[in-house]
């Protein structure tokens, strides 16, 4: 047989992760569990499918583009309505979706097959006047979309649209538009369309399917997946899966609505649904913050039935996955629709919190709930940290890069030599500087932490910082520097020598006044996971003895010896 590019969700399961791409490997598998009734049915290009693409030279071959066709047209004969027809039309999503989960790095296409033709005989089979809005609301999110995906003419030219419309129609939101209003900003995204482009906008929804999954496999290739790949191990080689199926709306009506939620609190770990919700909203809105979207437990409210459906969901997942989950889901007319799950990302507080409550709640063996946390992630727990009380009651003045874990806080001082005679004094001292030098490393011993206006993750400052396990924040291109009368100002407020500011160095923020610290300490949950790793373990921690300090913590920390000495750092 020939390869086989395309599965239809009923024919896979999340064993075919490589192949299908996390996202396409998690609709497959939550076809099974929960129902084709749930997940809307279509398809997924595999993973080789893209590798093949770039080997044909970015073009997709004559076999795959055949196998999606025939994947649409299965799509139709299950959903029971026809891609490009104007009486019955199928309108599909086209998603990208790799084998790690990348959030938000490449495209997604929303509203595809839609059409002038399609649009008119929709409106024609409906005169009710809330579905003429939702027809060209979808219709201009549609060529928005294309256009910056598929086309790259940027998004903000149809945002400067949108916005001139609204100001001219006196509203705030994109909610309060009108049918008309959407219709003409419809012909207008089409105008912009030729205008930057010089060609129309594409009619035929085959041509539109196969510019979508070009752009999709293309979009792999973007500088923002390129980067995200490179922080994350992610191999180029993996390539990335095109999920198509047909569009729920949630954007209908006011019967409708789309939402994303977290069956445990990813920040905390607590075992309580995190969610938000939007009605009458389609996709990235909700995260778009094009309006304030309501806590998911207002939904309750709102979508009574779907909402209890929705919990169940939510319990078969976690028990299916044994492990967090990370959803997507909209309303229909008040039916609901899963539309993505995920093992959610969490900090490292949560990560041990939900590892120990998985054993707890008999979904893992202790050895299976070790190897869930990534280790890369503790670094960030064997560094003081504000206090959490107190972090809650701040708000950030500004962000630079978190380039060294950990939490600072203490008198601002402007050079290396500050640094030293105020800490000799007793004072805490952040250290900032526009950058450091190799001759600033004494001043970055005495400092809490480091604060640089220029600079990446590799900048000296960063890279020392971390050597010496001291908190950095980096690149911190807001603030305004005068070294030389040693002030500088950020979101309007001036410091000075001696003004006192607090850093996080996991996250980058900054904050105006004193945040107290507190130790890093193995406790707790933390504890617990480290006795079951001890358990497990087969190798030995050692340290090594070049200070007295290091050893000392080490021990704390639990090695179990020494494992080096070099006595050249002790002549030094
Ligand atoms: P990302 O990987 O960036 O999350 P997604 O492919 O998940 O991108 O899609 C972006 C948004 O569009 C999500 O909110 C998703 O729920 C929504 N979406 C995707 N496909 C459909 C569909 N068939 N019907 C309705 N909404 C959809
Ligand atoms: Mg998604």
Redesign the pocket.
């Known amino acids: 047989m020939a390869n086989k590019w395309v599965y239809m969700f009923s024919e896979g399961d999340m064993s075919m992760r490589n192949t299908l791409g996390g996202?396409g490997a998690n609709l497959a598998e939550m076809t099974s569990i929960l129902g084709a009734d749930v997940i809307?049915q279509g398809f997924t290009v595999t993973t080789e499918a893209c590798t093949q693409y770039y080997e044909d030279g970015r073009k997709i071959n004559d076999e795959i583009m055949a196998q999606i066709m025939d994947g649409v047209k299965k799509m139709e004969e299950i959903n029971g309505k026809k891609f490009g027809d104007a009486t019955n039309p199928l309108l599909?999503?086209v998603?990208?979706g790799a084998r790690a989960s990348m959030?938000?790095m490449?495209d997604?296409i929303?509203n595809l097959g839609l059409n002038d033709d399609v649009v008119a005989s929709m409106i024609a089979g409906n005169p009710d006047p809330t579905f003429e809005r939702f027809v060209y609301d979808s219709y201009r999110r549609f060529i928005q979309m294309f256009s910056d995906v598929v086309m790259e003419v940027g998004k903000k030219y149809f945002e400067q649209l949108i916005d001139k419309m609204k100001e001219e129609k006196g509203v705030e939101y994109d909610v309060d538009l009108t049918a008309a209003d959407l219709k003409k900003l419809a012909e207008q995204f089409k105008a912009e369309y030729k205008k930057q482009l010089g060609t129309d906008f594409p009619s035929d929804p085959v041509e539109q399917m196969k510019l979508a999954v070009e752009a999709v496999f293309r979009s792999w290739d973007n500088p923002r997946a390129n980067v995200y790949r490179r922080d994350n191990d992610i191999p180029y080689s993996w390539g990335t899966a095109v999920n198509v199926?047909?569009?729920?709306f949630?954007n209908l009506n006011n019967d409708s609505g789309?939402g994303?939620a977290f069956t445990r609190d990813p920040a905390t770990g607590e075992n309580k649904l995190m969610g938000e919700f939007l009605k009458n909203a389609?996709?990235?809105d909700v995260v778009a913050g094009v309006r304030t979207p309501m806590p998911i437990a207002q939904m309750e409210k709102e979508f009574p039935e779907a909402y209890k459906q929705f919990l169940e969901v939510c319990e078969t997942l976690e028990n299916h996955y044994h492990d967090m989950q990370d959803m997507?889901f909209?309303i229909e007319n008040k039916k609901l629709y899963m539309?993505?799950c995920r093992n959610g990302k969490r900090t490292a507080p949560a990560a041990l919190k939900i590892a120990c409550d998985l054993v707890d709640e008999g979904h893992k063996t202790p050895e299976e709930a070790v190897a869930m946390i990534d280790p890369r992630n503790l670094d960030t727990l064997l560094h003081p940290q504000f206090d959490a009380a107190a972090l809650k009651a701040a708000t950030p003045i500004g962000k630079g890069l978190g380039a060294s874990p950990g939490a600072a806080c203490g008198k601002v001082v402007f050079t290396a030599d500050d640094a030293v005679a105020w800490n000799e004094r007793g004072e805490k001292v952040v250290l900032v500087r526009l950058e450091t030098s190799p001759e600033d490393i004494t001043g970055m011993k005495a400092a809490q932490g480091i604060l640089t206006v220029r600079g990446g993750m590799t900048s000296h400052a960063a890279v020392v910082a971390r050597g010496m396990g001291t908190c950095c924040v980096s690149g911190c291109g807001d603030i305004n520097m005068d070294e030389e009368n040693k002030k500088f100002t950020l979101a309007g407020q001036t410091f000075t020598e001696g003004s006192e500011i607090s850093i996080d160095g996991t996250t980058g923020n900054i904050y105006a006044g004193l945040i107290p610290t507190v130790d890093a300490q193995i406790a707790g949950e933390f504890g617990r996971v480290m006795a079951w790793a001890d358990q497990f373990r087969t190798l030995k921690v050692r340290t090594n003895a070049d200070t007295p300090a290091d050893a000392k913590k080490a021990r704390e920390l639990g090695a179990e010896g020494i494992g080096l000495c070099r006595t050249e750092h002790m002549f030094f």
């Open positions: 996202k809307p599909v999503s998603r990208s959030p938000g490449m997604t929303l199926m047909p569009m729920v949630g789309t994303v389609q996709g990235e997507e909209t539309l993505q």
